[in-house]
């Protein structure tokens, strides 16, 4: 996954309201179907200041917390509870800056809840000796609440999963990086549970771990669901490709042809051609999202439209219904048409037109 061309799709892209149960005294209602409702008022956490901080990608950002949000409904379902953000992962509890005691920071008498090695920690990557790596950058939390009590709390920690080695970046390895991973989360989970009382060790904890690569690349690859202080860790990958690109063709060539004639399709559609790009996600090496993205600059409300509907009618090029497909027509930098075909379907919803 890039850094850029992210879409949070679970918070932004439907403006389809659908009926939904009250499971809490002030929830709203979710933007659709399968998607969790936000507990308002809503409450801002300072802890937003902290990820603007360390990612100022703002796709990046929101990558990580839609998919956390994704993965949490393996264990806490939409239909059963709302959601606040940050009630116990503040910035003061994360922030490691001026000899603070910060989680994110590095372990040493000063700071003995660090999640980092110390400074002068030798960490075996598999590929060599690192002393003190900083592999745990940030922690998104999600707490789900019903009946307007806490319980269940999902964490997504973002880990580089690369670390210096005599100067020069390596991997580490997979065999050590879930050590590390098992590790830390062990020690955050025992950390929160003994920290804060109405969390204690009866609300279950869903740890779930993005890795972040020396290239810019990043996807969720663990995760441990708590009830009580253990859990199994698992491990699964995500990966991300930019279409058309040479890495794409060679990872799926057969969905590389279909979004070739896909884009030939639509941009045969005017005179000038449309520019046509997309992104596709593979969690354990299966598609399971793409995202289409149709820039049309200069062009009258009948030609996008007419992108627009060729747009639709194209996506039956692509015949696998256990992938989401998510369409854009865009603008002067403003979205014109937002398509959607959920799994499962070959029916597509056109979301909203401008």
């Known amino acids: 996954m890039r850094k850029r061309n992210i879409l949070c799709v679970s ?156 100067d020069e970046n390596v991997d580490i390895t997979s065999k050590q990086m879930k050590s590390y991973v098992e590790v830390t989360s062990n020690k955050l989970v025992n950390y929160m549970r003994s920290r804060f009382n109405d969390i204690g060790n009866k609300v279950p904890i869903y740890i779930a771990v993005f890795t972040v690569n020396k290239d810019g690349f990043g996807g969720y690859s663990y995760d441990t669901y708590y009830q009580g202080y253990s859990g199994k860790c698992n491990s699964f990958s995500q990966e991300y490709f930019d279409f058309p690109t040479s890495s794409a063709k060679e990872y799926d060539s057969e969905t590389y042809d279909t979004f070739l004639n896909y884009r030939e399709k639509v941009s045969s559609i005017l005179p000038d051609t449309a520019y046509v790009t997309a992104e596709a996600r593979y969690t354990d090496k299966k598609l399971d999202r793409f995202t289409i993205k149709i820039t049309a600059t200069g062009k009258t409300a009948g030609e996008l439209l007419a992108v627009s509907q060729g747009a639709k009618d194209a996506l039956s090029l692509f015949a696998s219904t256990d992938c989401e497909y998510l369409v854009t027509v865009e603008t002067g930098g403003k979205v014109f048409t937002m398509l959607e075909r959920p799994i499962g379907t070959t029916k597509v919803t056109v979301i909203s037109t401008l």
């Open 11 to 166: 918070l932004a892209l439907s403006l389809l309201l659908t009926a939904c149960s009250k499971t809490n005294t002030n929830e709203a209602t979710p933007l659709k179907e399968g998607d969790y409702a936000a507990i308002l008022p809503y409450e801002t956490s300072t802890t937003r200041v902290k990820h603007v901080g360390l990612f100022n990608v703002l796709d990046f950002r929101l990558q990580i917390e839609s998919g956390l949000m994704e993965l949490s409904k393996k264990h806490f379902s939409p239909s059963d509870y709302g959601y606040k953000t940050h009630q116990y992962l503040t910035y003061d509890e994360l922030d490691a800056t001026n000899g603070s005691r910060g989680l994110l920071g590095t372990l040493r008498d000063e700071n003995p809840n660090g999640l980092n090695p110390s400074t002068d920690e030798e960490f075996d990557t598999g590929n060599g000796i690192s002393t003190g790596p900083v592999l745990l950058m940030d922690a998104y939390e999600l707490d789900f609440y019903a009946n307007d009590k806490i319980k269940g709390i999902s964490v997504g920690l973002v880990m580089n999963s690369y670390a210096s080695v005599d």
